[in-house]
């Protein structure tokens, strides 16, 4: 696989981002897709065992999974930020404090804020890549580029956890970023192996971002019930629902089936929204059910072998080159 201008901009040796996803994706997970030439990316909250509206403990624990992937790491590694619109994101602000304060490579920002940050971290050094919420589209492309965004991460309907309210595909989102801004794109939502970055490539892209794929990981700390149902997954396993910040994909769990239910008749409360999405940290890591939403893309049936986080990196890039190959000697003329 040849160095393209996502390699260069990030200093890895594969164009393959590990998706943060918020607290399964600490710093053993992270530290490991860059070990073997990826991008690892720290999550909001990683390794936290319980949540805590502390804005200054919130830093601090950031900061010790910061210092943690550098002792298990020499490669450069990521660090998730959420920037939104409006002044509820003091969490943010702590990140970000902290951030500048250890210095990291790549901050991968999530919201529809780019220009908040964007001038604090250029001057620091550290790289900038953009997954638009709640809106992932042509429009938010180019003011993510206007921003001084490197990169923006062209995030569609397939994927897992939040994801754009156009509901547009990865697939159809991808050529049309393409066309219309200059900084590289990398692909994300529904992406597991070889075949899904070549087609990636094919549409214009540079790099590819897998949140789902890497769940199923020796390294993710999320719970043995949560990798099994990936590994059990079909292809209608997944189910998208409205969330408190847009759309939101998941596993077809009972609470979840029932929450669709009510949304099809047109009786589901704000409450039960809430209830769904109260994000802790311990039924993705318990594996119980029945307290919240378990996100998954629309690819966990692809995926049916937990491999280790270096596997995962490897297999994708030797599966993509071949691929690569074949199509070189295939003729259509
Ligand atoms: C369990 C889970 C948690 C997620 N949490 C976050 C998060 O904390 N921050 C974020 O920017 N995106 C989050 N996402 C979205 C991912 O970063 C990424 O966009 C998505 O997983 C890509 O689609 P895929 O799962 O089909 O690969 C989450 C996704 C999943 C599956």
Not at 33 to 51: C, D, H, K, M, R
Not at 114 to 142: H, M, T, W
Not at 235 to 244: C, G, L, N, R, Y
Request: net charge negative.
């Amino acid at each position: 696989m040849k160095n393209n201008r996502i390699c260069e901009l990030l200093s890895i040796k594969y164009p393959v981002l590990q998706a943060p996803m918020s607290w399964i994706t600490d710093a053993g997970l992270a530290a490991s897709v860059s070990n073997a030439g990826g991008l690892g990316i720290i999550g909001p909250n990683s390794g936290a065992q319980s949540v805590t509206t502390d804005v200054t403990e919130t830093g601090e624990r950031l900061r010790s999974e910061i210092k943690k992937a550098k002792s298990l790491t020499d490669k450069p590694f990521g660090v998730n930020i959420l920037s939104y619109e409006g002044d509820r994101f003091q969490f943010s602000d702590q990140c970000v404090k902290v951030i500048l304060e250890e210095g990291i490579a790549v901050a991968a920002i999530c919201g529809d804020y780019p220009e908040k940050y964007a001038k604090q971290l250029k001057d620091a050094g550290i790289k900038q890549i953009f997954r638009a919420l709640p809106s992932n589209n042509v429009e938010v492309a180019k003011r993510a580029e206007q921003a001084g965004m490197e990169a923006f991460i062209a995030a569609g309907l397939e994927g897992g956890g939040h994801i754009g309210l156009d509901r547009i595909t990865t697939f159809v989102l991808i050529p049309q970023v393409v066309d219309a801004i200059r900084i590289p794109v990398i692909a994300g939502g529904g992406i597991v192996d070889g075949r899904g970055m070549v087609a990636a490539i094919a549409l214009g892209a540079e790099g590819i971002y897998l949140g789902t794929r890497f769940i199923a990981t020796k390294e993710c700390p999320a719970h043995s019930t949560y990798k099994q149902a990936i590994l059990d997954a079909i292809d209608t396993s997944s189910v998208t629902f409205t969330s408190m910040v847009g759309l939101c994909r998941a596993l077809k769990t009972p609470p979840v089936e029932h929450f669709v239910q009510m949304e099809l008749n047109g009786t589901a409360t704000e409450e039960e929204m809430v209830m769904l999405h109260r994000h802790e940290t311990r039924p993705w890591l318990e594996g119980d059910w029945s307290t919240t939403v378990f996100p998954v893309g629309a690819c966990a049936g692809m995926i049916k072998e937990i491999k280790s986080a270096s596997e995962v990196v490897n297999s994708i890039v030797k599966e993509a080159d071949e691929i690569m190959k074949n199509m070189c000697i295939q003729d259509f003329g």
